[in-house]
């Protein structure tokens, strides 16, 4: 594992933190992010147990987003059309803004977060409070195999891939897929955005070495789309290499070479990268400094995990942000990890109050742009640091 990225020493992204402990030391970790030669895989050096990340205080639910509830509805009527699966597992269910799009009879969601498990069991869906193995892969596909495994954002968290794609390929039918989403490494590297990186992403994976991991389990991608979610994703529709149901898309190798020629299997790809990563933080705090000598009030919009490591890295405090605006009711009224921001409840933003916003949800920048219309109308302005650090 070669090394390239230095993002100092960070909290854990989702320990949002609650007033009365505010005096408490938090738990840090140095988030460094290498790149593995061999197999082209980038990702954290030091992890931090998964037990400490997802637990019964996980605050994201996916539910919670417009754009996810309505994106994840047309993708499983989507999937249904493509693939008729009889049963259908979801990895990281979450609240169920997924499975909830199939017949209960014919889908199970695993969420080792309780908090989240528990509000799929209201609506009778079934969901396996536990974390993905193939102990638990063996209970549920007992009686009948799976022919579709969904799982978004949730690979991309989990330190054993042995254990975890054993647990896939034994789920499978004879004409099982295997869809998965994660962000895109490329997205990230062309758009710099390092706050791809905090302690819950592992990796952020790349087509070449995604395959390259698969290949150990005789598991293959047959094909690929680019989707906007978090700023940029795949996602990967994978199969048995056995399984002559589908034919390989030229889609795949496409985004093979588009991920050559921009250098992802050199390491020469992620020292530039890493430059462009400290010129962006000297711009954003430039922008910051600049608009507090003016004496205007800056307050962020969306705490996400990924403001986290930006505010942490680039030393953005309460100096600079009043406070986040955030409609995720379980961060509400608690701080940002390290920085101690406040979160405060979402209200429509008003330029009598707010002079500028710091996008830290800029994943959500189109949602979040029309609904903010009148803000903008009046005056008001946006700040993000992706692609580059910018006022608009
Ligand atoms: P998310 O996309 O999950 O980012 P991360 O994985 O980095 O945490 O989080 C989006 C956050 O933004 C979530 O807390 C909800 C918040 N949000 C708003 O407050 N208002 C909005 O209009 C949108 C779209 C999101």
Not at 32 to 61: A, H, Q, R, W
Not at 233 to 247: G, L
């Amino acid at each position: 594992m070669k090394k390239f990225l230095d993002l100092g020493p960070q909290p854990l992204a989702n320990s949002y933190v609650l007033k009365k402990n505010l005096g408490r030391k938090e738990k840090k970790f140095h988030l460094i992010v290498g790149f593995n030669p061999k197999n082209y895989l980038v990702s954290i050096l030091n992890t931090v147990s998964k037990e400490k990340m997802f637990n019964k205080d996980y605050p994201y639910k996916s539910s919670e987003s417009k754009t996810m509830r309505y994106s994840f509805a047309k993708l499983a009527s989507k999937l249904i059309k493509k693939f008729d699966p009889n049963f259908v597992i979801e990895i990281g269910s979450n609240d169920g803004a997924f499975i909830k799009n199939f017949n209960k009879n014919k889908v199970v969601g695993v969420e080792p977060c309780k908090n989240l498990a528990q509000i799929t069991k209201k609506k009778k869906y079934k969901t396996y409070p536990y974390f993905w193995n193939l102990d638990l892969a063996k209970k549920i596909t007992k009686k009948k195999k799976a022919d579709l495994i969904y799982s978004a954002n949730t690979l991309s968290h989990i330190k054993n891939f042995n254990e975890i794609f054993k647990a896939i390929r034994f789920s499978l039918s004879h004409r099982g897929v295997l869809v998965l989403e994660d962000p895109s490494l490329l997205e990230c590297i062309k758009k710099v955005a390092y706050d791809q990186f905090y302690c819950e992403h592992l990796y952020v994976f790349s087509t070449i070495s995604l395959q390259k991991i698969l290949d150990k389990f005789k598991l293959e991608i047959f094909d690929i789309e680019n989707i906007s979610t978090h700023g940029g994703s795949n996602r990967y529709f994978i199969k048995k290499k056995e399984n002559n149901f589908f034919r390989i898309n030229k889609k795949v190798k496409n985004e093979i070479n588009k991920e050559l020629s921009y250098g992802l299997n050199n390491f020469s790809t992620y020292k530039k990268f890493a430059k462009k990563v400290m010129t962006s933080k000297i711009k954003l705090l430039k922008i910051f400094k600049k608009i507090k000598d003016k004496r205007k009030t800056i307050i962020g919009y969306g705490a996400t995990a990924k403001s986290c490591t930006v505010l942490n890295f680039c030393g953005i405090k309460k100096n600079f942000i009043d406070y986040f605006y955030d409609t995720t009711s379980f961060k509400i009224n608690k701080y940002l990890p390290g920085t101690k921001i406040l979160i405060k409840k979402y209200n429509r933003l008003k330029k009598k109050n707010v002079d500028y916003v710091f996008l830290g949800a800029w994943n959500f920048k189109d949602e979040i742009l029309k609904k903010e219309k009148n803000f903008i109308r009046q005056g008001g302005k946006f700040i993000t640091h992706v692609p580059y650090p910018k006022v608009f």
